[in-house]
């Protein structure tokens, strides 16, 4: 591979913070966990932060924390990473989609209200590849029908609209660090809440359902081991600490592709839309003509065959094996989602990517439209 889609951005200070954990006898549940967490509820702007082992293992728990499981219907987004219907699935309620905005690719707000029904129990929507837009007409929306909103905005660590971050926009906010995220803990994930009893519902059911003041063998309810270890916390607090410096490198190479890719009639390249600020977590162009659509994957193959780490995000949730047929969900049924899906190519993207091979990747990307279309 001459060019990676994605690397993790580790210094040497982060390398010190987890040895320094390691050297100390608090391997978890130590200190470094409510530091991580305080500082994180700080960052956002929200009272509490909930630290779990995943971003998807924080929108289970948010489904749990609201009670939402059998019957129940959650308004979501097919657009998405399938973490997010997963977390609805997996409490047992069904996911309802709803189609997306062409342009934001987010749920498309003005088609949410003909999908709530008397079992609709929350909204789910996701902030994708970082992109906020929407995010006020969906509140709204569910204050009107006095649903909870959670927010999946784990693509979108530092995004705002209108001055307001992701991540407050919900009764939950929920974020992932994955090592592909904007910041990393190896693995891990946060909730966000001002509710306090909702966040200590949260801390109580990813640790086995201890109660607060409780003893280490005393359990109040049912719950699970969701815990993030003071190793990864050490490295989170390190790389937030960084996400200043982190947002302004995935800003300047964003910069650089949109202004190599400019004119480009090929391509829809992303851009922020008017009151949105993007902290960029992917870069993923996208074919503009309908009749380009299916040369998509061999555009993507020969990039990889000529070294450069492509990928397709997303395809349809709706329509992997398992959610057609648990709900029987075909081709057709949000056509706007599938036509994206069939035109996205995701490009190389992370902090310390070089002009240079931006410019390379741009190279390779305009041979092969070229070629194939
Ligand atoms: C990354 C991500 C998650 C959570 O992923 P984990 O790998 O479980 O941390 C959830 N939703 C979306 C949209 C994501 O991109």
New binding site residues.
Partial sequence: MRVYLSRPDITEKEIEAVCEVLRSPNLSLGPKLPEFENAFAKYIGRKRAVAVN??????FLCMLALEIGLGDEVITTPF??I??SNSVMMAGAKPVFVDIDPVSLNIDPQKIESKITANTRAILP?E?FGNPAGFDRICEIARKHNLPVIE?S??ALGSALNGKMAGTFGTFG?F???PN?QITTG???IILTDDDNLADMCASLRNQGRGKGGGWLSHQRLGYNYRLSDINCALGIVQLSRIDEIKAKRRQVAKWYQEILAGDKRLIVPAEQKGCEISW?VFVVRLAEESALKKRDKILEEMRNDGIQVSNYFPPVHLQPFMAERFGYKEGDFPITEAVCKSTIALPFYNNLTKDEVALVCRELKKTLDKNL
């Avoid at 995943?54 to 929108?59: D, I, K, M």
């Fill in positions: 995943s971003g998807t293992s924080g929108l998405t990473f973490a997010t996701v994708v999946d784990c693509e929920t992932a660090f994955y995220k693995e891990g994930g977590f």
